[in-house]
């Protein structure tokens, strides 16, 4: 008889807030055990994954206990938004050895997180696609990467929340896996930066994200990811939105330009679970539902 599958605990940090849920998965779908949520004085994201203040990494951990304390799962999953990490595709040959494979990786990962030679570069990465070109097949590998400092902070919450270990999710990717049927346009309009997802069925396709908030660039951002993915603005079956400032006059430009209007994200559909709150509420959960998929 096979083991019951383990359930899901699963975090994010975005500005003063973090959410929180913990999944069990099951053969009917998913189901939530636990959600909330905790607001803080100080900005808990720039702690975490920058500045490092020790007094608010133990706050944010007492937060998290609180919440999710005595899970029945074995690893605690961050949701993090892209503008604290390193986070970007590369596309390798299909047919290269796992260790060239690799270290080509680890080699760009440097590059952009601008570390010295002598640096350890961690590499978290998941294969996304695989593209036919002339050159031969080509794998869509998505990385993300987060300074040693950080993995310290984020072992911190894990032992602290009783965990044995934890692991990273790009919030792209994870707002791609709530994003519904068909090809799907998902923008996340903070107030500091704009990220973006396109998803088909749930399957991620391509992720960006840029830290301009103008309507314009909005609208180029997430027409550049479609380019990027392979969709055509008269495939998509919806413009899903989530974010602190996913407003008309921040989506209208990108409505007009894809054909599609612009809804609020469902985080919740693949659940059989809703709170009963404001879509807007219930759209900014996308990152720590999604990652929990």
């Known amino acids: ?3 019951p599958a383990r359930a899901v605990a699963v975090a994010g940090l975005s500005g003063r807030t973090l959410r929180f849920a913990e999944v069990v998965p099951g053969e009917t779908g998913p189901s939530l055990r636990r959600l909330g949520a905790a607001d803080f004085d100080f900005d808990a994201e720039r702690a975490i994954f920058e500045t490092g203040n020790g007094a608010a990494l133990e706050t944010v951990a007492e937060a998290l206990v609180e919440g999710l304390g005595g899970t029945a799962a074995d690893t605690l999953v961050l949701a993090a938004h892209p503008t604290v ?7 390798l040959p299909v047919a290269l050895a796992p260790d060239v494979r690799a270290g080509q990786l680890r080699q760009e990962t440097a590059l952009l997180a601008d570390l010295s030679p002598t640096q350890a570069v961690r590499v978290r990465s998941r294969s996304v696609r695989v593209e036919a070109t002339p050159q031969g097949d080509r794998e869509w590998v998505h990385v993300v990467h987060v300074d040693e400092t950080v993995h310290v902070r984020l072992a911190r919450l894990a032992e602290v929340l009783g965990v044995g270990g934890y692991d990273l999710a790009d919030s792209t990717r994870a707002a791609a896996a709530v994003a519904g049927p068909g090809a799907s346009l998902v923008v996340g309009a903070f107030s500091e930066h704009t990220e973006v997802a396109v998803a088909r069925d749930g399957v991620f396709l391509f992720g960006t994200h840029g830290p301009s908030t103008a309507p314009a660039d909005t609208a180029y951002f997430a027409l550049a990811a479609l380019q990027q993915a392979g969709i055509g603005t008269a495939d998509l079956a919806g413009l899903r939105v989530y974010g602190d400032d996913a407003t008309d ?10 054909g599609a209007e612009a809804t609020w994200i469902d985080p919740f559909s693949p659940f059989r679970r809703r709170p ?15 990652a929990a998929l």
Do not use: Y
Not at 85 to 91: E, G, I
Not at 249 to 258: G, I, K, Q
């Open 1 to 3: 008889m096979s083991e």
């Open 85 to 91: 990490t390193t986070s970007f595709f590369s596309r």
């Open 249 to 258: 006059e921040r989506l209208d430009l990108t409505a007009e330009f894809t």
């Open 276 to 290: 009963e709150a404001d879509p807007a509420e219930l759209a900014a959960f996308t990152p720590v539902l999604g």
